[in-house]
């Protein structure tokens, strides 16, 4: 188990040589083990979340986040009451998905970069690059999660410390991502780079983008319509 792990090891230290020494034989069983170590750390920090955060200090009174004075000018007092009731409702599910977080930088990293690579003609075996995600995820989401479960979550120089710390991590990881794209796949540089933008633009931002447009075409619908 020590030699499985000892890779990983390499990659923090180096990661030319670690992406390609995870790449050459990487080990199911340490892919799972990290899995679920970040999966723990993730279940901790979301645990804190439900537990610290009171949606009511958001949405109401003297501690409302600027954009709920927006919604209040722009929808008025009774609407915006509405869609801030949606929101609150829907948080229980925000949490459940911080928990879920490590597994949707897993498959959904590997999956998009699999994909803008083949877009780009290179078609080498997608598993490898499966499980060197599992390695890559746990390095970088593990001190993030940790950072934030030691740090707090919310308000304050903790939390905005642990904000810092995983926007670090999170360019370690693209960092590390772009290595291994040039590794499994045999391209250089700048190739590389045009995978790895595509895969998030493609199969993260624009997804992301049309559901915020279609979440705010439902308000806006049920606003001209006087659904509420």
Same mark, same amino acid.
């Given at each position: ?93 925000? &949490? =459940?998905?911080?928990? +879920?977080? @490590? *597994? ?7 999956? /998009? %970069?699999?994909?803008? $690579? ?81 895969? &998030? =633009?493609?199969?993260? +931002?624009? @997804? *992301? ?7 705010? /075409? %439902?308000?806006?619908? $049920? ?6």
């Amino acid at each position: 188990m020590i030699s499985s792990i000892e890779p990983l090891a390499v990659l923090i230290r180096s990661p030319r040589l670690g992406v390609e020494r995870i790449l050459a034989r990487p080990s199911v069983i340490v892919a799972f083990f990290l899995m679920a170590l970040a999966c723990v750390t993730s279940t901790l920090v979301a645990a804190r979340i439900g537990a610290e955060v009171d949606t009511n200090e958001i949405f109401f009174a003297g501690t409302r986040e600027p954009f709920v004075q927006v919604m209040i000018d722009s929808l008025g007092p009774q609407r915006t009451a509405v869609v801030l009731y949606l929101i609150q409702r829907s948080f229980d599910a925000i &949490v =459940v998905a911080t928990a +879920l977080s @490590p *597994l949707f930088y897993w498959l959904l990293g590997s999956t /998009a %970069i699999h994909a803008s $690579a083949r877009l780009a003609g290179r078609r080498p075996p997608y598993a490898p690059l499966l499980l060197f995600f599992a390695y890559a995820t746990a390095l970088t989401v593990v001190p993030a999660n940790l950072a934030a479960f030691v740090l707090g979550v919310g308000r304050g120089i903790g939390p905005q410390i642990a904000s810092v710390v995983s926007l670090v991590c999170l360019g370690w990881l693209l960092f590390i991502a772009h290595r291994a794209i040039r590794v499994h796949y045999s391209v250089d540089r700048d190739r590389a780079t045009r995978i790895l933008i595509v895969a &998030v =633009v493609v199969f993260y +931002l624009v @997804p *992301l983008v049309l559901i915020v447009c279609a979440a705010v /075409a %439902i308000i806006v619908a $049920a606003v001209v319509l006087e659904y509420f």
